[in-house]
Structure formats: C-alpha cells, structure tokens
C-alpha cells in the first residue's frame, strides 16, 4: 500500500490493515535538519522559482520517508515573475525587477528565534478596540486571509501552483494536509499569553467576540486548503490546559464544531491536536466531532497514556499516536524505541486500526535524521499486517 493508501484506511470505519506513519510539524524538523534532509542552499525555501521550490521538497521527501507532506501555497504568478534570489559576498539578497527593492534573507533559525512577548498593558477594553486590534494583527493567519478568501481568484493568481505541482509530483502516494490555528488559540497571537488569560477570567465576552472574528480567519484558511487540494486539515489548540473547563466550553468548544464542521462541509478530514494535559477537558474534547485526535507525549509534569487514549476514543474516530520525541526518540535506545513504537501500535489496534503512528511533538534539533527514519522504519515493520 502506499502511504496515502494507508492513511485513508486509517480514517475509514474499518482501520487500517497496514498502520500509517508521520511525524508531525514536518516544517520544524525542516527547519532544523535541513542540512541533512537536502544538498540544496537554504534560501531555495524562499525561491519565487517552482521547479527551486520542488527540487528541495523532493530531496525532503525522500529523505523523511513519512505518509504524508504539508501542501503549501506559493505568491502569485506576477509576484514570482518580477522577483529573484541572487548570492553575494555580503550575502542573501531578493531582488523585485520592476520597483528595484532588495531584501536580504537570512537562514531559518535552528530551534526556532521564539516569539517577542506581547504586552498586557495595550489590552483592548471594548468591543471596538478588539475589532481592530484584530484587523490591525500582524499574525499570519489574519494578515493572509482578512478581507475573505476568494477560491476562484487564488487559483486564478497561481497562488496554488506550486500545489498542484506537487500534487500530481507525490500525491498518489502521500497524503497531503495542512494546518490552521483554532480561534481560541489565535487569540494567543492578539493578546499574548498573559492578555489572553486575563481576558478569559475577566471579560470572556470580549474573548468570544475575538473568537468569532478567528473563526472567519481559520475558515477563510479551511477554504484555502481545498483550493490548494487538500485531503485533511491539521487544527493545532494550545495553552487550554490552563483554563477553566467551564472556560473552555463556553469559549473554545462552540468554534472549534464550527471549524470541524466546515472541513467536513468541503470533504476533507479534521485533525485536531490538543497541546497539554487534557485532564478534567476529555468530555468536550470528545464532543468535538473531529475526524482524529492528536495529543502530545507525556511531559510538563503530566501523563497522556496511548493506552488509556485508546479506551476513551474506544473506535470513535482516528488516534494519532504520541511517542515521546525526547524521552524516546532522541535519547531512548534503538530496543526502547522499538518498544515504545510497539505498544503505541498495540494502543492504536484496540481502537479498530484506525490509528497513525505518529510522535507527540517534532522531532529536536539534536535527533539526526537517521533516527527519525529508524523510527519511521520501525513504524512500518511492527505497522504491517
């Protein structure tokens, strides 16, 4: 079977006979691998030219060796045209023929440069404020998709062509997907952390209306992914182990069935991957209707068991397993990582097969790639019927 093949038997009512495997937010381990993964220089990622942009994604490709591959969106056939990449002594520079303007391009940060903290003291105090502080966001997701997504315009801009190449590239293979943030974790982004809890224990109302304006952005974003040719959407939710499960029902919960519900509307499947502990949360995680469920490893001081996952999901929708990218993948022994890869397997057998290995979180920076094709070989090998 091949690895699409497999991950579509993994969201079928019947299982999967032969189990997928992943590693999730493949774009870190980029990130941080790229010296291993492809021969190609590093600012190919910020190529205007396709055929640079296929040529290193086919090099990571075949070095992950993984099911699946993020299906990505390019700029506009006249952006590209107008653009280009030229090394110097004094380095990386992007160059727009038409209005002269040079950009100097510096590598991706391995392990990431980590997000500049956002000031409390700047929260918004009414409904107006919120309003604009969200049109004003400089967040991707709200700078890429205010105003509404038009379909027809995207693909007629060519803003899905380097899609559509890799899908007729890799996609009767591997299973293409994309990610969107939930509204509830945007706020994040608005608010930064300490804002975003202050406002949830002090004006919820305001929260909610933030919601709904994230909802339009992540739907906007959902609407995008199948333009693009997308078969699941990967929806990431953070921080909301540390809210109140009453908060979370009444903030988080009502969007989130929204979003799933339009990802279904457009025939693609939801994932929803739930960072943190979801202690005192599975009632209305498990009311949420997604297609499949992501969690992390056990880590922070708290359990997240594959085995007792399995028993609540109990065959109700697709599990992703959660190994350990640290404990295990990058500091276990090759018969640990077996292990571990065995049982999680196991785990995902009692929820009727409809089960992809996957791990909890990206691999790090210090887990060669070698390893995280052990893992991916192990996967398949134990995965095998």
Known sequence: MTGRERIEAAFSPDGAEDIPAVICYEGICIRDHWDQLTSLPW??????????????????????????????????????AETFIEERGEGVFRINRRTGNEE??????????????????????????????????????????????????????????????????????????????????????????EGMMILIAEKPDLVRRACRHHLAIAT????????????????????????????????????????????RSLGMKSIYYYSGNPAGKWEQILSLGMDALALEESKKDFTIDIEEVAERVSGRYTLLGNLDAIGVLQDGSDEQLRAEVARQIAAGRKNGSRFIMSLGSPPTPATPVERVRLYLELARELGDR
Request: aromatic letters at 12%; glycine letters at 8%.
């Open 220 to 263: 906007d974003a959902v609407r995008q992914a199948s333009a693009l040719g997308a078969e699941a959407v990967w929806i990431e939710e953070a921080f909301m182990d540390m809210i109140s499960p009453a908060a979370y029902e009444s903030l988080g919960v009502p969007v989130m069935r929204k979003l799933i519900e339009q990802i």
């Open 104 to 193: 100097k391009l510096t590598p991706p940060v391995v392990g990431g440069q980590g997000r500049r903290p956002i000031a409390s003291a700047r929260l918004p105090e009414t409904v107006e404020q919120v309003d604009a502080s969200i049109n004003s966001s400089r967040h991707w997701d709200v700078r890429q998709f205010a105003g509404g997504f038009d379909p027809d315009r995207f693909v007629a801009e060519g803003r899905g062509d380097l899609a559509k190449r890799m899908l007729k590239e890799f996609g009767r293979g591997l299973y293409p997907y994309t990610y969107v943030s939930s509204p509830l974790w945007m706020c994040y982004y608005l608010w930064g952390f």
């Open 43 to 80: 600012w190919h990622q910020f190529s205007s030219d396709l055929e640079e942009q296929l040529a290193w994604r086919r090099e990571v490709i075949a070095g992950l060796r993984h099911d699946w591959f993020r299906l990505p969106d390019c700029s506009a056939r006249a952006e590209r």
